[in-house]
């Protein structure tokens, strides 16, 4: 996943030796919600960095103006393995709603609780699809699990694409995660519900496109003011900004 470890430097020895070998890096998610917050990210240790598109190209170009690496707008690889027009929106309403959250502390599964508890109050149909590490049995020093469970709502798990495709939900709810642009390729209507923009001391890219329904005042929110919340026009130009659809053909 990226140049995590002091393995990649290893491979960029070996390419500044053997100028004919290329270290080649493919983008791994969107980071959070598009902003690299991760230090050890930044910097590219690679040849040729295959990003997702112009905006994450603009980014780290920033990020490495010093370094001599090469950045590619090549697209999500797994994107460009599907025709995206043989996808449309649905514009049926079946009071079904879909939650993909990254509730990995308890600061933030309280905050989907109240998200929950308020849809339901809505008569809304819940389907919640767990982050893969939501209640691995990892333990802290205290003892206590350092991913909690997600309780009282109906989940769903298997691959994601084939659930997106299916495009069964009035709308899905979804925070910083790649999962958001996921909903949206397959043409989903996503409302962005992140409790993190702000308070960590950032601004996500989502956040310029997309209103964020952790700001709504949960007490007089309405089922008409969630369906005014949504956008295809604002998913789809943020979904554009971030993302190149290619045909994973690569051409140096």
Sequence with gaps: MN???????????WTSKYPKSKFLVIQHGSYVGGYVTDIAHRYAKCDVFLTWGSYFVSAFSKF??????????????????????????????????????????????????SLIEKFKSLNFEMVLKPHALQGNNYINPDG????????????IKGALYPILQENDYDFIISDHSTSLLDAIFFKNKVLYFDPNNKVKGYIT?????????FDEDFASLSKDRLYELLSIEKQEALFNDMIYLGNNEIDL
């Design 205 to 213: 890219h989502y956040s310029h496109f997309l209103p964020n329904l």
């Design 3 to 13: 140049w995590q470890s002091k393995r990649e430097s290893l491979y960029m020895v």
């Design 64 to 113: 490495n103006d010093r370094k001599k690496v090469k950045l590619v707008s090549f697209g999500n690889p797994i994107y460009n393995c599907f025709n995206r027009e043989h996808y449309s929106y649905n514009t049926q309403l079946k009071n079904k709603v879909l939650l993909l959250p990254t509730a990995l502390n308890n600061e933030n599964l309280n905050y989907l609780y």
């Design 144 to 155: 206590t699990f350092k991913y909690p469970k997600i309780e009282g709502i109906n989940q």
